[in-house]
């Protein structure tokens, strides 16, 4: 963390905060600090289901309860975080403090459910403790936080797909710029850090992000821990991925694929049934005003 940021930090921890702020709701591994006591409750509960998956892959604790803020409004929010973050943003971690701040989702809209929102700052703690807090990769930080608390569905796989089919596919380098980015941009960044993370660990086997973690924290040297975890440097890593997100994610690829295929066809029968309904319903209607001689006869009207 800046020295600036601790400052801020330290400010709003030792002055009077805010009496919205007041009720305190304590675990085992965490301090939730919120105006709402059920809320409170939920993200503590939450929380410490995502303590337990952490736990299951780092195989080590904190030292430490995580202290979590639920902050009434954006200037709360930036007392403790600074400026630093792009509007877009809803939640921080600050992991060598093994503190995180959230906006009220009661005034901000959250575009993702609150378990990933919580669990994705919480992989933030465990991996920059598990690192001693050297830094990492954007890619690779945002990568594991969403791989470890969301789900991979269609519209990340077609946002991938766009961006390959327009030329507008990022880097992995070039996602150390995510906060600069617009929302849009920022959830292709996202995508593409998700899609690298999975990579390691699919290609190289489970446990393989810790692995290179481990190496760079013994040797600090990106080739070295690549080359030691995935027989590439790192160049020939961000290489690896880069090809193998275009030969994957083309609209080629993706229709091509046996479940969007079945998938497909199944959409097909469904809105054939139902055309073939509607024609039916038409047809009865039809003969009705036929009968009542409303309507031509058949040999007329066909």
């Known amino acids: 963390m800046k020295k600036d940021q601790k400052v801020l930090l330290l400010l709003f921890l030792t002055c009077p905060i805010s009496s919205s702020l ?11 600090h919120s105006s709402n006591q059920s809320f409170s409750e939920q993200i503590v509960q939450i929380l410490e289901e995502g303590y337990s998956k952490a736990l299951g ?11 979590v803020y639920v902050t009434d409004n954006s200037e709360e929010f930036d007392r403790i975080v600074g400026p630093y973050l ?17 906006k009220s989702p009661d005034r901000h809209h959250y575009r993702k459910e609150l378990a990933e929102v919580l669990q994705h700052e919480l992989a933030h703690i465990f991996a920059g403790d598990y690192t001693s807090h050297i830094r990492l990769p954007v890619w690779m930080n945002e990568g594991f936080a969403v791989w470890f608390s969301e789900k991979w569905g269609w519209s990340e796989k077609i946002l991938v797909a766009r961006a390959v ?6 880097s992995l380098n070039q996602v150390d710029s995510l906060f600069e980015f617009q929302q849009s941009k920022a959830q292709l960044a996202y995508s593409l ?11 190289y086997g489970e446990g393989a992000l810790r692995k290179v973690l481990d190496e760079y924290a013994s040797r600090r ?60 319903k038409k047809i009865l209607k039809r003969w009705e005003k036929e009968e009542k001689g409303l309507a031509p006869r058949d040999s007329d009207f066909f």
């Not at 007041?22 to 939730?32: L, W």
């Not at 792009?86 to 403090?97: K, N, V």
């Not at 850090?193 to 290609?203: C, D, G, R």
């Not at 080629?252 to 959409?267: E, H, K, N, R």
Request: net charge negative.
């Open 22 to 32: 007041a009720q305190v709701v304590n675990t085992a591994h965490f301090e939730v």
């Open 57 to 67: 892959y780092f195989h080590k604790g904190l030292p430490e309860k995580v202290e």
């Open 86 to 102: 792009p509007d877009w943003s809803l939640a921080c971690a600050i992991p060598d403090q093994y503190l995180i701040v959230l």
């Open 165 to 170: 089919l327009t030329g507008s596919l990022l």
């Open 193 to 203: 850090s998700f899609l690298a993370i999975s990579h390691v660990e699919a290609q």
């Open 221 to 280: 040297n990106w080739d070295d821990a690549f080359l030691k975890t995935t027989g590439l440097n790192y160049a020939g890593f961000l290489a690896e991925f880069g090809q193998m997100v275009r030969q994957r994610y083309n609209w080629i690829a993706i229709f091509s694929d046996g479940l969007v295929l079945w998938t497909g066809l199944a959409l097909l029968f469904v809105l054939l049934y139902f055309i073939k309904r509607n024609r039916s």
